[in-house]
């Protein structure tokens, strides 16, 4: 295991000991098959695979893989891109057995078609962007802000790039500055994983924007709107 994937699971087992668990929002959840059409995500034993994708273009996966115990929360995150191939299908080797619960979503680099999948044919928990939860500064949005104590974000900009962040209630890059149950991002915060930007700046309209939430397994999925 990684040094960082080591950090997440130890900070995960505090978490889940000593905070109360609550969903992403204090909306009730909303499932919706909005854009989850195409692409699609298949599991095997320690592989994704992506298939209705742009031929010989990129896709970002992104997704937690939480391992099967039932006394803390220990997950592993996984952002990576790869090319598909002529045929529009992608595997993802995770090097890692899906044996717990695992949701990830496959985003196409080229047109911004992402869908959402859990494993063992289980259906995503998908709760609905809060109104607001987007912030402006300087007339752009800059800011996400929800309800949680730990998530795991991605924003893909087709073509442009793509980029992930991890933040902890309470934490550094929790700009509320205060443990209380809500996480603020900026988006000039977020790493790079594909492009020339080391970050997005701000969340621009078509941006698709996804989060996770590791220890409810919740995911919100959205395209930023003009």
């Known amino acids: 295991m990684s040094l960082r994937n080591l950090l997440r699971s130890l900070g995960a087992a505090l978490l889940a000991l000593s905070l109360p668990v609550h969903p992403l929002t204090a909306q009730d959840a909303v499932k919706t098959d909005a854009a989850t059409t195409s692409p699609a995500i298949a599991f095997s034993a320690r592989s994704v695979t992506v298939t209705d994708v742009t031929?010989?273009?990129?896709?970002i996966l992104f997704g937690i893989l939480?391992?099967?115990?039932?006394?803390?929360?220990?997950?592993?995150?996984?952002?990576?891109?790869?090319?598909?191939?002529?045929?529009?299908?992608?595997t993802f080797d995770l090097n890692a057995d899906i044996a717990g619960p695992a949701i990830f979503a496959a985003v196409d680099y080229d047109s911004g078609r992402y869908a959402l999948a859990a494993s063992a044919g289980q259906?995503?928990?998908?709760?609905t962007l809060p109104k607001n939860a987007l912030k402006k500064k300087d007339e752009e949005y800059q800011f996400l802000e929800l309800e949680t104590r730990w998530l795991e974000g991605l924003c893909v900009r087709p073509k442009k790039g793509a980029w992930s962040i991890f933040v902890t209630d309470g934490a550094r890059l929790d700009h509320d500055g205060d443990t209380?149950?809500?996480?603020l991002i900026d988006a000039a915060e977020m790493h790079s994983?594909?492009?020339e930007e080391v970050s997005p700046r701000k969340?621009?309209?078509h941006d698709v924007v996804i989060v996770i939430d590791p220890r409810r397994m919740d995911v919100i999925a959205t395209e930023v709107n003009e």
């Open 55 to 59: 031929p010989v273009s990129k896709v």
């Open 203 to 205: 969340f621009r309209p």
């Open 66 to 90: 939480r391992d099967p115990v039932p006394y803390a929360v220990s997950a592993h995150n996984f952002t990576l891109a790869q090319a598909s191939d002529a045929s529009g299908s992608v």
């Open 123 to 127: 259906t995503p928990r998908i709760i």
């Open 193 to 195: 994983l594909v492009g």
């Open 180 to 183: 209380d149950g809500m996480v």
